[in-house]
């Protein structure tokens, strides 16, 4: 429950990823681009914006009042057009690193950097619930992302971490998010973004490299039925309807730069201007899309949008160069602080790195280690798993993706290091049987008698199912959420003649309805291992092999398939609605049936929860006069005055009743007083334990009534619910009050 130190920089909405096939990418290996080098050009010591002993305003001041026009607007696309007479080079914003450093315009692998550490997918990340482990992924990548800087490979701008809300289940992109709830989903954001940002020197004004939250808002659909998120007008609050996220000041300049305080760069995803004017038809002309977009506060666009209309616009009087400076000042800022413009950066910090330090074993082990703490045991029956590597004599392997190399590292993944298939992890324990039994993940025609005839035969089966790119990803959302084609036959056939053990392992992004392996009393365990990176395999079996005990929890709900049936993948509503049959959607608004829920996820250990300490009631302090103090209230306004001061602590006691060392996850749910159509439950913090059998830990939850149990009404104002409170942890419960009372001045 940390709040953000450092403020997200901002990447805006917006339409689609595709690549300008005009882009040739600008690298000279072995040397990184920067400006400002004095070696070269002896006249740059006098500038002020190369000086790093001023300030950062001060030298974006001094450049920006050094350009003309068209170089400033050449520094508005995210392919800069450098301006060699200040000797600033050409620079290619764009580059990615969801969960490891990805190869995108602005970088690329070659013989010196093969490839990069590649973490599991962010969904399975999220599924650790682990900040420090969220922090940690980040520095890596950074440093990685810092080594090939340093040899010309990359950029220092990255478009990452993805933070939409998973919102429905279908969504291919899915995969990319932390999940479906916003306080996991924040915390993720702000530890990744720290992870990347942050430099060992603790300079704050500084930056290691730059991340960009995206996409900006109410962006969970790419192409479902036929309809494209190009053109998709997701309808969720008056504000939003309707108008381009690009061209909307209120969300722009209003909520990002006004209420959150940002103080980096809002760039436009690639083509959105393009797909603004030419499909969505917002504006008459280019220029105006233009105008639009850069004065209602975009900085930088993705795409050649600004660049080709920009100075017509200003010509034709849409646009002046005060707002030009504005957006050239935020883009120099964020470079600024990366120490673009402190010349050499080899004799800067990070400035010794290189290739040695990337895919470095301890990098490389991290990346197992995460797939570990993230793969969700969904089922256990009979104890089942782990497996004994020495009664198991030979282990049956079936699946389309029990060989997974490129399946477990998902989207935005890089070149990396090695791979470790499931199939090679188990061989490392035991002898293994290996079938594929369909072709691939569609699995059209199963091959189930050979599954079956090593299924029979062998002391365990293991089979690897689910999905990879082609059924879920960017520009492809799913229709249905079942097992494709025959998988859930060839799971079935095979159950039925194993002799021992049937352990189901869905490698998917979205959950997927397997309420049949649920309810089969011969498939006796389900694990679910997301995308779970390089060294996926390794780790998976690391816990079917019980070296170590599975601690990761669902990050969203899974679904049963009737769900898709009854639920528009447009309709943006989160609230379930009585009048029309509409379920609501994700743990906190949706109340029909699931496969599995949100923070669902077993060990091998067994824990308890004690409270130590927790209040009953809370009062709210309110001034003499407030209309809630002489009538009956159900809520009042969560305004800042009001806010001041008013958390407590729960304080609670864990322990290891189990036989094993495990990893346990604490999640603290409180179901609010039913008014404004309010959540059910909602996750209000979450901790991670390591204990050893019969160990106890400590757990103490700092809740603060405004940030915390605050609900938003129907018209988006955040309120405090008064009355009672549920909390819960496991089955754990605990009653609050949330109360008002009268504040006396001067007497307390
Ligand atoms: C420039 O344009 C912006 C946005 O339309 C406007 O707010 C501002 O007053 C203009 N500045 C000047 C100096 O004309
Ligand atoms: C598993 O996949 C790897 C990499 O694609 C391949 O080299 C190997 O032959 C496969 N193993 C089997 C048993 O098919």
Redesign the pocket.
Known sequence: MAPAKYPLLLFLICFTITIPSNFIPVFSENKPIFACDISKNRGLRSLKFCDQSLDVKTRVADLVSRLTLEEKIGWMSSTSKGTSRLGIPDYQWWSEALHGVAGSPGTRFSSLVPGATSFPQTILTAATFNILTFEAIGKVVSTEARDMYNVGLTGLTFWAPNVNIFRDPRWGRGQETPGEDPALSSLYATAYVRGLQQRDDGDINRLKVAACCKHYTAYDLDFWKGIERYNFNAVVLNQVNGKPTCGDPDLLSGVIRGQWNLNGYIVSDCDSLEKMFSSQHYTKTPEETAALAV?SGMDLNCDHFISSNALAAVHRGL??E??INRAISNNFATMMRLGFFDGDPSKQLYGNLGPKDICTEENQEFAREVARQGIVLLKNSENSLPLSPTAIKTLAVIGPNANATETMIGNYAGTPCRYTSPLEGLTESVPTIYDPGCINVFCKAARIDDAKRIAASEDAVVLFMGSDQSIERETVDRVDITLSGQQQLLVSEVAKVSKGPVILVIMSGGGMDVQFAKDDPKITSILWVGFPGEAGGAAISDIIFGYRSPSGTLPMTWYPQSYTKQVEMTNMNMRADPKTGYPGRTYRFYKGPTVFPFGHGLTYSEFSHNLVDAPKLVSVLLEEGHVCLSSKCKSIDALEETCKNLAFDIHLRVKNVGKMRASHTVLLFSSPPQVHNSPQKQLLGFEKLHLMPEEEGMVRFNVHVCKHLSLVDENGHRKIALGQYVLRVGSLTHFLNVGIRLYYHGNK
Do not use: I
């Open positions: 004065n646009l002046n005060t707002s």
